[in-house]
């Protein structure tokens, strides 16, 4: 089967930065990019299917490197039937690919969540013979994190940072955790960063209340990202700038952000824009179960969260987002005027950077498999397709 995919425009993610291409057309044959061209240089190639897309803008689908849950289903249950219709509803937001993120919750649970998750990673219904966004690999938030900065983390689940203890949760996800995140000061952090770091994990650094010197190991140590800027972490101190301001001051490193309007303030979004840039923001949604439903309650892995006018907290503590990446894109636009190919960037090109999925994410290119994403005038997502079909 040999598609065409044309459009007004086409959003290409290269490691100069974005750039625009006008009318492009895509080939796809089996699910991968055979040619990309525009239809003033080169007449249209064969093909069986074309799909015009004349007011629109192509894009990478999205990738969501935080999240919990969608439409009445959290990833801790860790089933195909919960994570099917994850991605399914994820796919409509113009997310091709997530890593399901876990919260603390006991051992046996967690354990119970991760084998769930990798038995799910890579079989037919996650890998695309079924539609919707893809789990590419697991984010492991929590059990090693801070007491004071834990938010609606259970303060009884809450572990040191432990190898032995991680080495369990590594053996259940079959070896699936791409990223952790780890509070830097706890006594024994440093030891774990260490040992995750060999195995091919990415460190972020988050839920924590540590100060510069605490935050500045942690990053020695091999952290690379931040958990959900401003957010559980230690606030702004203009004499010991802490977890926060290391974090907008050092270039090097990955920052996320839940850019709803309710977790970060617009003036502090544009503050993270200046000082992160193009090339180290990523946005999240931390989304939880009752992403994409009506207001009322429900779980976050146990806990009973309340979401009413975008709001879900649990015992007046944010809780998560019911945020979507498509949301997140308008949002960001609206309250920094970035323009578009740089906000997509967010979402695209630094996430698949972050996770070590650069070269099969986050960027459209010949040989690549076909995730694309078309974006109407305002910014909404019009249609997405997945190796190369169209979701519908």
């Not at 509070?183 to 650094?205: D, N, Y």
């Not at 617009?266 to 503050?271: C, E, G, T």
């Not at 498999?369 to 997405?384: S, W």
Request: contains cysteine; aromatic residues 6%; glycine residues 10%.
């Amino acid at each position: 089967m040999r598609r065409l995919i044309t459009a007004r425009s086409l959003v290409l993610q290269t490691p100069e930065g974005p750039s625009l291409l006008d009318h492009p057309s895509i080939l796809v044959e089996d699910g991968i990019i055979r040619t990309i061209a525009t239809r003033d240089s080169s007449p249209l190639p064969a093909h069986d299917a074309h799909d015009e897309h004349a007011d629109a803008t192509l894009s990478p689908s999205f990738f969501d490197i935080h999240f919990h849950g969608a439409v009445g289903h959290d990833v801790m249950d860790g089933t195909p039937a919960a994570l099917s219709a994850i991605g399914r509803f994820l796919a409509t937001r113009g997310v091709g690919a997530y890593l399901p993120t876990t919260v603390t919750a006991s051992d046996d649970a967690t354990l119970r969540a991760l084998a769930g998750i990798a038995r799910y990673i890579g079989t037919p219904e996650s890998s695309g013979e079924t539609e919707g966004a893809r789990p590419l690999g697991i984010h492991l938030e929590g059990p090693f994190i801070s007491h004071a900065k834990r938010g609606v983390h259970p303060p009884n689940l809450i572990q040191p940072p432990s190898v032995p203890v991680f080495d369990r949760f590594w053996e259940a996800a079959e070896g699936k955790i791409r990223l952790i995140t780890i509070a830097p000061e706890i006594e024994g952090a440093v030891e774990l960063i260490e040992h995750v770091t060999k195995l091919g994990v990415r460190v972020s650094l988050g839920h924590s209340n540590a100060n510069t010197a605490e935050t500045e190991r942690g990053l020695a140590a091999g952290g690379v990202s931040a958990t959900h800027t401003f957010n559980a972490m230690r606030a702004l101190d203009h004499r010991d700038p802490g977890i926060l301001g290391t974090v907008l001051d050092t270039d090097s490193l990955y920052a996320e952000l839940i850019c709803d309007g309710i977790h970060v303030h617009p003036a502090l979004v544009r503050l993270f824009w200046k000082a992160k840039g193009r090339d180290r923001a990523i946005l999240i949604t931390d989304g939880m179960s009752a992403t994409g439903m009506p207001e009322g309650e429900y779980l976050l892995a146990g806990m009973k969260v309340t979401v009413k006018d975008g709001w879900c907290t649990h015992d007046g503590v944010l809780a998560g987002s019911v945020l979507t990446l498509d949301r997140a894109v308008r949002n960001f636009r609206a309250f920094t005027s970035a323009s578009l190919g740089d906000t997509l960037r967010l979402v695209t090109a630094n996430p698949a950077r972050l996770a070590g999925f650069a070269a099969e994410q986050g960027a459209i290119e010949v040989g690549r498999p076909a995730n694309i994403m078309v974006l109407t005038n305002a910014g909404e997502v019009a249609a997405i397709y997945l190796r190369g079909r169209k979701a519908e």
